[in-house]
C-alpha cells in the first residue's frame, strides 16, 4: 500500500485554503425499509428454528421429490397456529405435532389449510413462549416453478459434458419451492440433518458432514449428511447427479490445521482434465483467506462444490453449487462463507454484505496468489462495469426489494459494492487497519447477520474514522464523481484546478473524497501527494522543486470516477504559444512550443546583449544545459517561424 509523501505535511498550508483532512459530509436523504416477510409479523415471529431433518427422494432427471422435513421449534409467545411456507404443487399428505422433543411421539393434525405458498396449521392446543416442539410435514410432487436462474430447484443437462443435474437454489426467497421454511434473514438454523435417497448410480451433496451413505429400496441408496453450525434458510441446498468425489485438505492458520475439501464432480475423465487445476487451487484459496481473515469458519466440518449447470455458483453453506472451476468463481463462492454465509445479510436491501464482499475477495485472490498486476486487471475491468451503472445505488431501494435482478445487479451489487470496499481501503491508507478491520467484523457480527450499518460501525471503532459521509455517497447515494483537473506551473508552485460533476447531481451532488496527484518532473522524479476533494471547484497550490512534466490524478486507480487531465498554458506567459522553466533555473531549463515539432534558435545573452550560448534548429521541447553559467540574471531569445520572444530568466548555482 502507497503512503503518502511527508513533502505534503510541510505544504499543508499551501494545498488548501480549509486545512482540513476529513469534513462532515451533510447526510443525504435516503429511502430506508426493512424489508419484511409479509407473514413475519403475525405467523411467523411466533417461532424460533432450531433444528431440521429433511428426508428426501430425489432423482437427477426431475424435479419430483417426496419426504418429510421435521422441525424443531421454539416458541417465542403463546401461539396457538403454526404457519409456514410451502409452495402450492406440493402436496402435503401428512402434519404432525410433537409436544414433547424428546419422545417425538406425533398427533396428526387434519384441520390445516394450503394456500397461497404457505401452509396454516392450527395446533388444537396453546404453546407457551419458550416451550420446544416438533412439527411434521411429509409432503411431495413437482417442485420448482419456471423462474429461470431463480427456480428453488431445477433439473437440467449440462450443455458441455451432457450429466443430468437436480439441483436447489433457494435465494433470495425460493426456499419454499422445495421444503416447508421460514423465509426470514435472522432466524438462522442452528443446525439441521439432510438424508436424501436416490440411484445407486447417483451421488448427492449437501451442507455440513457426510456421516454414512447407507443402502435403500429398490437399488437407491441414502446419503445422510449433518451441519452444527448456523445457517440461513436460503443455504440449505442438495444437489445429485452421476459425481466423482475428488476430495483434499487444505491448510488453515494455524501450522498441521485443515480442512476438508470434498468436490461432487461430473463422473468423467473430461470433466477433471478439464478443471483439475482449478479444483486444486481452492486449497490455497482457503490457506489464504483463513490467514488474511479467519479461519474458515466451518472447518470442523468441511468446504466442498458440487457441480451442476446453473451458469455461475451458489455459496450453498459447507458445499457451493458451481458450474466449473474458474479461478474468479471459485474464489468468489469461497469468500461468501465468510461474507454472507458466516455474517448473512440482515436484510435483502443490505445485500452488499454479501455480494460486494465476495466480489471484492476475488480481488484479493488476484492480489495473493497471481500477483498485483492481475489484480489491477481484475480491478480496471470490475470498475469498467460499475461505471456502466451511471445510476442506481448500491443499497437496495425499498421499491425493488423484491426484484431478484436488482437484488444481483452485476453493476451495482456486485462490481460496484467491490470498489466501495476497495476505496473504504485508500481511505485507511493501512493494509494491515484494513485486514484488521474484516477481522473484527468477522469476529464480532459471525454466526449472526449484519447490515451496511453495521458493518460501518465495526469499521469506524477499529480504525477512529468517520465513513458517515462515505456511506451517504457511495452506498446510498447514486452514481459517482466526474474530475476535471487542469494545472499550470508557476515559477516553483504548481497551480492545480479541480471541478467535479456527478453523473445523478439530483440525488448525489458531490463526492467529497481524498485522492492521490502524482507529480512527475522532466528530471525523471516523481512525488505523491494525497489531498482532499470537499466542494464542487478546489484549488490547490503545490510546491514544485524543478519542471513539471505530468500530472496524474488517481495514479494506482483508487477511486470509481471518470477524469481528465489537462496542462494549460500560464496566463500570464506568451500568449499561450510556449512554456519555459524552471526560473530561476540551476542547470537544465525546459522550452516547450505548442502544436510544433522544431524549434528554429534558442539564444542565450548576458544583459550587454552578448551571446552565451546558441542552439539552431532542434527539436521541440528541448531541454537547454546551463550548468556552466556563472550565476545571475540572462536574456533567453527564442525565435519560431518568424517571430522573436524574449523572457528574463536567473541562474542561481544549487537550486
Known amino acids: 500500500m502507497r503512503t503518502t509523501t511527508s513533502l505534503f505535511l510541510a505544504f499543508i498550508a499551501l494545498l488548501h485554503s480549509a486545512g482540513q483532512i476529513y469534513h462532515a459530509c451533510p447526510v443525504q436523504v435516503h429511502s430506508t425499509y426493512d424489508y419484511e416477510n409479509p407473514l413475519n409479523e403475525k405467523w411467523l415471529s411466533a417461532y424460533d428454528v432450531k433444528f431440521y431433518e429433511l428426508s428426501l427422494s430425489v432423482s437427477n432427471k426431475s424435479t419430483v421429490i417426496s419426504g418429510s422435513a421435521t422441525i424443531l421449534l ?11 411456507q410451502l409452495q402450492d404443487s406440493l402436496q402435503i399428505s401428512k402434519v404432525g405435532l410433537a409436544l414433547d422433543p424428546v419422545k417425538k411421539e406425533f398427533l396428526e393434525l387434519v384441520d390445516y389449510q394450503h394456500t397461497d405458498g404457505a401452509v396454516y396449521i392450527p395446533l388444537g392446543v396453546t404453546i407457551n413462549g419458550g416451550s420446544l416442539f416438533y412439527i411434521l410435514i411429509e409432503y411431495g410432487g413437482e417442485a420448482g416453478q419456471d423462474r429461470g436462474f431463480f427456480a428453488g430447484i431445477t433439473t437440467a443437462t449440462d450443455p458441455d459434458y451432457g450429466f443430468d443435474v437436480t439441483y436447489t437454489l433457494s435465494e433470495p426467497l425460493n426456499a419454499k419451492d422445495w421444503f416447508p421454511v421460514k423465509e426470514v434473514l435472522l432466524d ?48 440449505l441446498s442438495f444437489a445429485v447427479a452421476d459425481y466423482r468425489d475428488i476430495s483434499f485438505n487444505a491448510a488453515l492458520k494455524t501450522e498441521g490445521d485443515s480442512v476438508l475439501v470434498q468436490n461432487y464432480i461430473y463422473d468423467s475423465d473430461a470433466t477433471y482434465n478439464t478443471w483439475k487445476e482449478g479444483i486444486a487451487e481452492t486449497g490455497p484459496l482457503i490457506s489464504t483467506f483463513s490467514k488474511l481473515l479467519t479461519d474458515y469458519p466451518f472447518k470442523e466440518e468441511k468446504y466442498g462444490h458440487s457441480m451442476a449447470p446453473l451458469g455461475g455458483g451458489m455459496e450453498h453453506q459447507t458445499m457451493t453449487t458451481i458450474h466449473n472451476f474458474n479461478f474468479n468463481l471459485v474464489a468468489h463462492e469461497l469468500a461468501h462463507q465468510w461474507f454472507g454465509d458466516h455474517i448473512t445479510c440482515g436484510n435483502w436491501q443490505d445485500i452488499w454484505i454479501n455480494e460486494g464482499f465476495a466480489s471484492y475477495m476475488e480481488y484479493i ?71 484488521e478491520m474484516l477481522r473484527s467484523y468477522l469476529e464480532q457480527l459471525g454466526s449472526g447477520h449484519a447490515l451496511g450499518e453495521d458493518f460501518r460501525e465495526v469499521l469506524e471503532g477499529v480504525s ?35 471541478e467535479q460533476s456527478t ?58 470516477k471518470n477524469a481528465s487531465v489537462i496542462q494549460n498554458i500560464p496566463p500570464y506567459m506568451n500568449n499561450g504559444k510556449y512554456i519555459y522553466g524552471p526560473n530561476p533555473v540551476s542547470d537544465k531549463l525546459f522550452i516547450r512550443f505548442l502544436n510544433k515539432t522544431r524549434i528554429d534558435e534558442i539564444l542565450v545573452t548576458n544583459l550587454s546583449g552578448q551571446e552565451v550560448l546558441r542552439l539552431k534548429d532542434t527539436d521541440n521541447p528541448v531541454t ?20 522573436t520572444y524574449t523572457e528574463r530568466i536567473v541562474k542561481v548555482s544549487g537550486k
Open 188 to 235: 438462522k438454523i442452528d443446525s439441521a440433518r439432510i438424508n436424501l435417497q436416490c440411484d445407486n448410480q447417483l451421488m448427492a451433496g449437501s451442507n455440513g458432514i457426510l456421516e454414512q451413505v447407507e443402502p435403500g429400496e429398490n437399488n437407491t441408496h441414502i446419503f445422510r449428511w449433518h451441519t452444527a453450525y448456523p445457517m440461513a434458510y436460503y443455504l
Open 74 to 84: 421454539e416458541a417465542t409467545r403463546e401461539m396457538d397456529t403454526m404457519v409456514i
Open 624 to 643: 537547454f544545459n546551463l550548468a556552466n553559467l556563472a550565476d545571475g540574471p540572462y536574456l533567453l531569445v527564442i525565435e519560431s517561424e518568424d517571430q
Open 464 to 498: 477512529g474514522m468517520d465513513f458517515s459521509c462515505f456511506f451517504d455517497q457511495w452506498y446510498y447515494g447514486q452514481g459517482y464523481p466526474i474530475f476535471n483537473v487542469q494545472w499550470y506551473q508557476d515559477g516553483d508552485s504548481l497551480r492545480v484546478h479541480i
Open 503 to 560: 453523473t445523478v447531481p439530483a440525488v448525489t451532488p458531490l463526492f467529497k473524497t481524498p485522492f492521490d496527484l502524482e507529480v512527475r518532473f522532466t528530471e525523471g522524479a516523481a512525488v505523491r501527494y494525497r489531498l482532499n476533494q470537499d466542494s464542487q471547484v478546489e484549488d490547490f497550490t503545490i510546491p514544485a522543486e524543478g519542471l513539471v512534466s505530468e500530472v496524474l490524478f488517481d495514479p494506482d486507480k483508487w477511486l470509481l
Open 365 to 435: 485472490a488476484h492480489q495473493q496468489l497471481r500477483g498485483q498486476a492481475s489484480a489491477d486487471g481484475w480491478m480496471a475491468n470490475a470498475m469498467s462495469i460499475a461505471l456502466s451503472a451511471t445510476s442506481g445505488s448500491v443499497y437496495v431501494p425499498e421499491e425493488s426489494v423484491e426484484d431478484s435482478y436488482r437484488l444481483f445487479d452485476y453493476s451495482l451489487t456486485y462490481k460496484k459494492g467491490a470498489t466501495l470496499l476497495h476505496m473504504i481501503r485508500y481511505q485507511l491508507d493501512d493494509d494491515e487497519l484494513f485486514f
